[in-house]
Protein backbone atom coordinates (compact mmCIF):
# COMPACT_ATOMS: atom_id res chain seq x y z
CA UNK A 1 0.00 0.00 0.00
CA UNK A 2 0.97 3.53 -0.67
CA UNK A 3 2.77 4.90 1.91
CA UNK A 4 1.32 8.09 1.63
CA UNK A 5 -1.84 6.44 1.67
CA UNK A 6 -1.00 5.09 5.59
CA UNK A 7 0.39 8.12 6.48
CA UNK A 8 -2.90 9.78 5.98
CA UNK A 9 -5.19 6.92 6.46
CA UNK A 10 -7.21 6.50 9.50
CA UNK A 11 -5.71 3.10 10.63
CA UNK A 12 -3.34 4.01 13.93
CA UNK A 13 -1.12 0.80 12.96
CA UNK A 14 -0.45 2.29 10.05
CA UNK A 15 0.43 5.73 10.03
CA UNK A 16 2.06 5.38 14.05
CA UNK A 17 4.79 3.40 11.95
CA UNK A 18 5.13 5.34 8.60
CA UNK A 19 5.70 8.33 10.65
CA UNK A 20 8.02 7.20 13.29
CA UNK A 21 10.30 5.61 9.80
CA UNK A 22 9.88 8.67 8.04
CA UNK A 23 11.83 10.52 11.22
CA UNK A 24 13.98 8.03 12.22
CA UNK A 25 15.69 7.30 8.95
CA UNK A 26 15.06 10.65 7.40
CA UNK A 27 13.15 9.66 4.20
CA UNK A 28 13.53 12.66 2.06
CA UNK A 29 11.78 10.83 -0.75
CA UNK A 30 8.53 10.15 1.38
CA UNK A 31 8.53 14.11 2.60
CA UNK A 32 9.21 14.89 -0.46
CA UNK A 33 5.82 13.31 -1.89
CA UNK A 34 3.93 14.31 1.27
CA UNK A 35 4.59 17.93 0.44
CA UNK A 36 4.08 16.98 -3.19
CA UNK A 37 0.14 16.55 -1.94
CA UNK A 38 -0.25 19.44 -0.29
CA UNK A 39 -2.55 21.19 -2.73
CA UNK A 40 -4.89 17.49 -2.93
CA UNK A 41 -5.52 16.91 0.67
CA UNK A 42 -7.99 18.70 2.94
CA UNK A 43 -6.59 21.07 6.01
CA UNK A 44 -7.89 18.71 8.15
CA UNK A 45 -5.84 15.82 7.02
CA UNK A 46 -2.21 17.73 6.64
CA UNK A 47 -3.36 18.81 10.57
CA UNK A 48 -3.42 14.91 11.55
CA UNK A 49 -0.21 14.03 9.25
CA UNK A 50 1.63 17.07 11.16
CA UNK A 51 0.27 15.87 14.81
CA UNK A 52 1.47 11.82 13.82
CA UNK A 53 5.39 13.59 12.78
CA UNK A 54 5.06 15.28 15.57
CA UNK A 55 4.49 12.29 18.08
CA UNK A 56 7.19 10.49 16.01
CA UNK A 57 9.81 12.88 17.14
CA UNK A 58 11.64 12.61 20.08
CA UNK A 59 15.22 14.12 21.98
CA UNK A 60 17.24 11.34 19.31
CA UNK A 61 15.86 12.00 16.00
CA UNK A 62 14.63 15.64 16.10
CA UNK A 63 17.49 17.00 14.30
CA UNK A 64 16.56 14.50 11.44
CA UNK A 65 13.74 17.15 10.22
CA UNK A 66 16.18 19.34 8.93
CA UNK A 67 17.03 16.99 6.54
CA UNK A 68 13.48 17.45 5.19
CA UNK A 69 13.94 21.76 4.63
CA UNK A 70 14.86 21.47 1.44
CA UNK A 71 11.10 21.05 0.52
CA UNK A 72 8.78 23.76 2.00
CA UNK A 73 5.15 23.56 3.19
CA UNK A 74 3.39 25.45 5.34
CA UNK A 75 1.18 22.79 6.92
CA UNK A 76 4.64 21.76 8.77
CA UNK A 77 6.54 24.78 9.08
CA UNK A 78 5.32 25.33 12.39
CA UNK A 79 5.66 21.86 13.44
CA UNK A 80 9.20 21.82 12.36
CA UNK A 81 9.52 24.80 14.30
CA UNK A 82 8.03 23.60 17.78
CA UNK A 83 10.03 20.44 17.69
CA UNK A 84 13.30 22.02 17.03
CA UNK A 85 12.81 24.91 19.62
CA UNK A 86 11.39 22.48 22.27
CA UNK A 87 14.67 19.50 21.93
CA UNK A 88 16.96 22.14 20.84
CA UNK A 89 16.54 25.31 22.22
CA UNK A 90 18.91 28.13 21.46
CA UNK A 91 21.63 25.68 21.66
CA UNK A 92 20.43 25.21 18.01
CA UNK A 93 20.33 28.74 17.69
CA UNK A 94 23.59 29.17 15.77
CA UNK A 95 22.95 25.81 13.22
CA UNK A 96 19.74 27.59 12.29
CA UNK A 97 20.86 30.81 11.82
CA UNK A 98 23.82 29.40 9.61
CA UNK A 99 21.05 28.03 7.41
CA UNK A 100 19.14 31.30 7.24
CA UNK A 101 22.59 33.12 6.27
CA UNK A 102 23.25 30.11 3.36
CA UNK A 103 20.72 28.23 2.65
CA UNK A 104 18.19 27.71 -0.25
CA UNK A 105 14.80 29.94 -0.14
CA UNK A 106 12.80 27.20 1.53
CA UNK A 107 15.40 25.99 3.75
CA UNK A 108 15.72 29.90 5.00
CA UNK A 109 11.79 30.45 5.29
CA UNK A 110 11.62 27.24 7.89
CA UNK A 111 14.95 28.51 9.81
CA UNK A 112 12.71 31.95 10.08
CA UNK A 113 9.74 29.87 11.25
CA UNK A 114 12.09 28.85 14.16
CA UNK A 115 12.96 32.40 15.15
CA UNK A 116 9.55 33.60 16.07
CA UNK A 117 10.21 31.30 18.69
CA UNK A 118 12.70 32.97 20.52
CA UNK A 119 13.67 35.56 22.48
CA UNK A 120 14.44 38.91 21.22
CA UNK A 121 17.65 39.56 22.32
CA UNK A 122 19.04 36.26 20.63
CA UNK A 123 18.79 37.44 17.00
CA UNK A 124 17.82 41.47 17.38
CA UNK A 125 21.15 41.22 15.22
CA UNK A 126 19.12 39.79 12.24
CA UNK A 127 16.55 42.53 12.31
CA UNK A 128 18.43 44.49 8.93
CA UNK A 129 18.50 40.22 7.08
CA UNK A 130 14.85 39.94 8.12
CA UNK A 131 13.90 43.07 6.72
CA UNK A 132 15.45 42.26 3.09
CA UNK A 133 14.06 38.42 3.18
CA UNK A 134 10.54 40.29 3.91
CA UNK A 135 10.81 40.85 0.04
CA UNK A 136 11.60 37.64 -0.95
CA UNK A 137 10.01 36.68 -3.94
CA UNK A 138 9.77 33.21 -2.34
CA UNK A 139 6.27 34.40 -0.33
CA UNK A 140 6.68 31.59 2.41
CA UNK A 141 10.17 32.86 3.44
CA UNK A 142 8.38 36.70 2.90
CA UNK A 143 5.37 35.77 5.26
CA UNK A 144 7.95 33.94 7.71
CA UNK A 145 10.06 37.19 7.80
CA UNK A 146 7.01 39.42 8.29
CA UNK A 147 6.48 37.09 10.73
CA UNK A 148 9.75 37.05 12.81
CA UNK A 149 9.94 41.35 12.29
CA UNK A 150 6.22 41.32 14.46
CA UNK A 151 7.75 39.31 17.31
CA UNK A 152 10.95 41.64 17.05
CA UNK A 153 8.27 44.75 17.27
CA UNK A 154 10.46 46.10 14.84
CA UNK A 155 9.12 49.67 13.91
CA UNK A 156 11.21 50.87 10.97
CA UNK A 157 9.95 48.05 8.55
CA UNK A 158 6.40 48.75 9.69
CA UNK A 159 6.50 52.45 9.18
CA UNK A 160 7.79 51.76 5.95
CA UNK A 161 5.24 49.43 5.30
CA UNK A 162 2.38 52.62 6.48
CA UNK A 163 4.67 54.86 4.47
CA UNK A 164 3.72 52.52 1.02
CA UNK A 165 0.09 52.90 1.78
CA UNK A 166 0.44 56.27 0.29
CA UNK A 167 2.11 55.43 -3.33
CA UNK A 168 0.91 56.21 -6.43
CA UNK A 169 1.94 52.87 -7.09
CA UNK A 170 -1.08 50.74 -6.65
CA UNK A 171 0.81 47.24 -6.13
CA UNK A 172 3.32 48.68 -4.08
CA UNK A 173 -0.01 49.88 -2.14
CA UNK A 174 -1.08 46.19 -2.49
CA UNK A 175 2.12 44.48 -1.24
CA UNK A 176 2.20 46.98 1.78
CA UNK A 177 -1.21 46.32 3.05
CA UNK A 178 0.09 42.55 2.89
CA UNK A 179 2.76 43.44 5.16
CA UNK A 180 0.66 45.02 7.63
CA UNK A 181 -1.91 42.26 7.76
CA UNK A 182 1.17 39.92 8.46
CA UNK A 183 2.55 42.22 10.43
CA UNK A 184 -0.83 42.21 12.71
CA UNK A 185 -0.87 45.69 12.49
CA UNK A 186 -4.20 46.38 14.05
CA UNK A 187 -3.48 50.02 14.15
CA UNK A 188 -3.31 50.41 10.41
CA UNK A 189 -6.89 49.15 9.97
CA UNK A 190 -8.69 52.21 9.19
CA UNK A 191 -5.66 53.47 6.90
CA UNK A 192 -5.83 50.50 5.24
CA UNK A 193 -9.46 50.87 4.29
CA UNK A 194 -8.99 54.55 2.90
CA UNK A 195 -6.81 53.05 0.61
CA UNK A 196 -9.28 50.65 0.00
CA UNK A 197 -11.81 52.80 -0.97
CA UNK A 198 -9.69 54.11 -3.86
CA UNK A 199 -7.84 50.94 -5.23
CA UNK A 200 -8.94 49.38 -8.50
CA UNK A 201 -7.21 46.09 -6.14
CA UNK A 202 -10.52 46.73 -3.67
CA UNK A 203 -11.44 42.96 -4.10
CA UNK A 204 -8.39 41.75 -2.83
CA UNK A 205 -7.87 44.62 -0.50
CA UNK A 206 -10.79 43.69 1.00
CA UNK A 207 -10.25 40.00 1.36
CA UNK A 208 -7.04 40.69 3.32
CA UNK A 209 -8.96 42.52 6.15
CA UNK A 210 -10.41 39.94 7.76
CA UNK A 211 -6.93 38.43 8.87
CA UNK A 212 -5.94 41.71 10.06
CA UNK A 213 -9.62 42.31 12.27
CA UNK A 214 -12.51 39.93 12.25
CA UNK A 215 -15.29 41.29 10.49
CA UNK A 216 -17.46 41.37 13.42
CA UNK A 217 -15.33 43.71 15.56
CA UNK A 218 -15.14 45.44 12.30
CA UNK A 219 -18.71 45.99 12.43
CA UNK A 220 -18.93 46.92 16.35
CA UNK A 221 -16.00 49.18 15.66
CA UNK A 222 -17.28 50.99 12.33
CA UNK A 223 -20.76 49.52 10.98
CA UNK A 224 -20.21 51.19 7.10
CA UNK A 225 -16.72 50.53 7.12
CA UNK A 226 -17.13 47.37 8.12
CA UNK A 227 -20.05 46.94 5.22
CA UNK A 228 -18.05 48.53 2.82
CA UNK A 229 -15.35 45.69 3.66
CA UNK A 230 -17.79 43.00 3.17
CA UNK A 231 -19.37 44.64 -0.09
CA UNK A 232 -16.01 44.40 -2.05
CA UNK A 233 -15.72 40.83 -0.39
CA UNK A 234 -19.04 39.06 -1.74
CA UNK A 235 -18.11 40.79 -4.90
CA UNK A 236 -15.04 39.03 -5.11
CA UNK A 237 -16.45 35.94 -4.44
CA UNK A 238 -15.62 33.42 -6.23
CA UNK A 239 -13.04 34.82 -8.54
CA UNK A 240 -10.36 36.30 -6.21
CA UNK A 241 -12.07 34.79 -3.15
CA UNK A 242 -12.81 31.08 -3.09
CA UNK A 243 -16.72 29.95 -1.83
CA UNK A 244 -14.75 28.62 1.48
CA UNK A 245 -14.80 32.18 2.72
CA UNK A 246 -18.49 31.62 3.50
CA UNK A 247 -17.26 29.67 6.43
CA UNK A 248 -14.03 31.50 7.34
CA UNK A 249 -16.03 34.85 7.36
CA UNK A 250 -19.19 33.58 9.17
CA UNK A 251 -21.16 35.12 6.77
CA UNK A 252 -24.44 33.16 7.41
CA UNK A 253 -24.50 35.02 10.94
CA UNK A 254 -23.14 38.46 9.90
CA UNK A 255 -25.87 38.97 7.08
CA UNK A 256 -28.82 37.52 9.25
CA UNK A 257 -27.74 40.05 12.06
CA UNK A 258 -27.63 42.69 9.81
CA UNK A 259 -30.89 41.85 8.86
CA UNK A 260 -32.43 41.23 11.84
CA UNK A 261 -30.75 44.44 13.42
CA UNK A 262 -31.69 47.95 12.35
CA UNK A 263 -31.27 47.83 8.60
CA UNK A 264 -29.87 50.85 7.38
CA UNK A 265 -29.37 52.17 3.42
CA UNK A 266 -25.49 50.48 3.35
CA UNK A 267 -26.73 47.08 4.76
CA UNK A 268 -29.53 46.54 2.03
CA UNK A 269 -26.81 47.72 -0.25
CA UNK A 270 -24.44 44.70 1.01
CA UNK A 271 -27.94 42.00 1.06
CA UNK A 272 -28.72 43.36 -2.09
CA UNK A 273 -25.05 42.19 -3.36
CA UNK A 274 -25.19 39.21 -1.59
CA UNK A 275 -28.75 38.06 -2.59
CA UNK A 276 -27.35 38.31 -6.33
CA UNK A 277 -24.35 36.77 -5.80
CA UNK A 278 -25.52 33.34 -3.94
CA UNK A 279 -28.24 33.07 -6.36
CA UNK A 280 -25.61 33.05 -8.95
CA UNK A 281 -23.29 30.63 -6.92
CA UNK A 282 -25.71 28.10 -6.14
CA UNK A 283 -27.34 28.34 -10.10
CA UNK A 284 -24.88 27.43 -11.64
CA UNK A 285 -22.47 23.88 -10.35
CA UNK A 286 -19.45 24.98 -11.88
CA UNK A 287 -18.76 27.76 -9.16
CA UNK A 288 -18.67 25.16 -6.40
CA UNK A 289 -17.61 22.38 -8.02
CA UNK A 290 -14.51 22.01 -6.24
CA UNK A 291 -15.68 23.22 -2.79
CA UNK A 292 -15.86 20.72 -0.30
CA UNK A 293 -19.46 19.59 1.35
CA UNK A 294 -19.18 21.65 4.11
CA UNK A 295 -19.07 24.85 1.65
CA UNK A 296 -21.85 23.89 -0.18
CA UNK A 297 -24.13 23.15 2.38
CA UNK A 298 -23.06 26.69 4.38
CA UNK A 299 -23.61 28.28 0.60
CA UNK A 300 -26.96 26.79 0.35
CA UNK A 301 -28.08 27.88 4.01
CA UNK A 302 -26.80 31.68 2.77
CA UNK A 303 -29.11 31.39 -0.10
CA UNK A 304 -31.97 30.34 1.61
CA UNK A 305 -31.45 33.13 3.93
CA UNK A 306 -31.07 35.41 1.55
CA UNK A 307 -33.94 34.34 -0.13
CA UNK A 308 -36.43 35.29 2.63
CA UNK A 309 -35.31 38.58 2.42
CA UNK A 310 -37.80 40.86 0.32
CA UNK A 311 -35.88 42.88 -2.49
CA UNK A 312 -38.12 45.55 -2.55
CA UNK A 313 -37.54 46.14 1.03
CA UNK A 314 -33.95 46.23 0.60
CA UNK A 315 -34.20 48.29 -2.43
CA UNK A 316 -36.43 50.82 -0.66
CA UNK A 317 -33.42 51.96 1.48
CA UNK A 318 -30.57 51.71 -1.15
CA UNK A 319 -31.75 54.92 -2.69
CA UNK A 320 -30.44 57.15 0.42
CA UNK A 321 -26.60 56.16 -1.25
CA UNK A 322 -27.49 57.34 -4.74
CA UNK A 323 -25.23 60.49 -4.34
CA UNK A 324 -21.51 61.49 -5.34
CA UNK A 325 -19.66 61.50 -1.87
CA UNK A 326 -21.25 58.48 -0.55
CA UNK A 327 -18.78 55.07 -0.39
CA UNK A 328 -21.54 52.59 -1.78
CA UNK A 329 -22.84 54.55 -4.89
CA UNK A 330 -20.65 52.30 -7.65
CA UNK A 331 -22.63 49.56 -5.66
CA UNK A 332 -26.29 50.81 -5.55
CA UNK A 333 -26.31 52.44 -8.80
CA UNK A 334 -26.59 48.52 -10.52
CA UNK A 335 -29.53 48.63 -9.02
CA UNK A 336 -31.39 51.30 -10.07
CA UNK A 337 -34.11 50.72 -12.82
CA UNK A 338 -35.13 54.05 -12.85
CA UNK A 339 -33.78 56.58 -16.25
CA UNK A 340 -34.52 59.46 -14.71
CA UNK A 341 -32.71 58.67 -11.30
CA UNK A 342 -29.73 57.65 -12.96
CA UNK A 343 -29.03 60.73 -15.18
CA UNK A 344 -29.13 62.79 -12.21
CA UNK A 345 -25.79 60.82 -11.60
CA UNK A 346 -24.76 62.66 -14.89
CA UNK A 347 -23.53 65.50 -12.80
CA UNK A 348 -21.29 64.02 -10.36
CA UNK A 349 -17.21 64.81 -10.15
CA UNK A 350 -16.45 60.73 -10.17
CA UNK A 351 -15.08 59.96 -13.58
CA UNK A 352 -15.46 56.35 -12.67
CA UNK A 353 -19.31 56.49 -11.62
CA UNK A 354 -20.17 58.40 -14.92
CA UNK A 355 -18.98 55.85 -17.27
CA UNK A 356 -20.27 53.09 -15.04
CA UNK A 357 -23.74 55.46 -15.00
CA UNK A 358 -23.83 55.88 -19.26
CA UNK A 359 -23.13 51.94 -19.28
CA UNK A 360 -25.78 50.98 -17.96
CA UNK A 361 -27.98 53.74 -19.58
CA UNK A 362 -26.82 52.15 -22.62
CA UNK A 363 -27.51 48.56 -21.29
CA UNK A 364 -31.02 49.63 -21.00
CA UNK A 365 -31.08 51.24 -24.61
CA UNK A 366 -31.96 54.71 -22.85
CA UNK A 367 -28.28 56.30 -23.93
CA UNK A 368 -28.86 59.74 -25.73
CA UNK A 369 -26.22 62.41 -27.39
CA UNK A 370 -26.99 64.60 -24.91
CA UNK A 371 -26.60 62.04 -21.69
CA UNK A 372 -22.37 61.68 -23.72
CA UNK A 373 -22.58 65.52 -24.12
CA UNK A 374 -23.08 66.39 -20.54
CA UNK A 375 -20.70 63.50 -19.35
CA UNK A 376 -18.27 64.84 -21.37
CA UNK A 377 -18.72 68.28 -19.69
CA UNK A 378 -17.91 66.80 -16.07
CA UNK A 379 -14.90 64.74 -17.47
CA UNK A 380 -11.46 65.68 -17.70
CA UNK A 381 -9.36 62.74 -18.12
CA UNK A 382 -8.62 62.34 -21.79
CA UNK A 383 -8.98 58.39 -21.76
CA UNK A 384 -12.57 58.12 -20.09
CA UNK A 385 -13.71 60.81 -23.03
CA UNK A 386 -12.23 58.31 -25.69
CA UNK A 387 -14.23 56.04 -23.69
CA UNK A 388 -17.61 57.31 -23.60
CA UNK A 389 -17.42 58.96 -27.09
CA UNK A 390 -17.29 55.20 -28.74
CA UNK A 391 -20.19 54.18 -26.27
Given amino acids: ?27 VNLFSKLVKQDDFLFDFVKNNVAKRIRNACNKDNYLNLLNFTEFYSASYDDMFADILYQ ?37 EDLIPLLRTSALSKFEPLAINSIEALSHLGDEVSKEE ?17 KFLVTYQA ?59 AVIDYNLYNIFEDLY ?16 DKFAELTSNEEYL ?24 KLDSLLYEELYDGSDFVLFAVDFVDEIEELETLLDSTNPTLILKVLTLLKE ?11 ALNNVVNDGIKEVIKVL
Fill in 1 to 27: MDLIKKLTGKNPDEYENVAKSLVDNSD
Fill in 87 to 123: YGGLELLPVIKEIFLNGTESQKAYAVKFFSLVPKEYI
Fill in 161 to 177: ALAKLKSDDEFEQYNAV
Fill in 186 to 244: KDAVDDIIEVMKKSTLSENIASEIPYLISLEELLKKDLDSGILVLSHIVNAIPEIIPPS
Fill in 260 to 275: LGNLTSTSAILLRLAK
Fill in 289 to 312: FDSDKNTKDEVLAVNSLLNGIKKQ
Fill in 364 to 374: KEALTDSHKEL
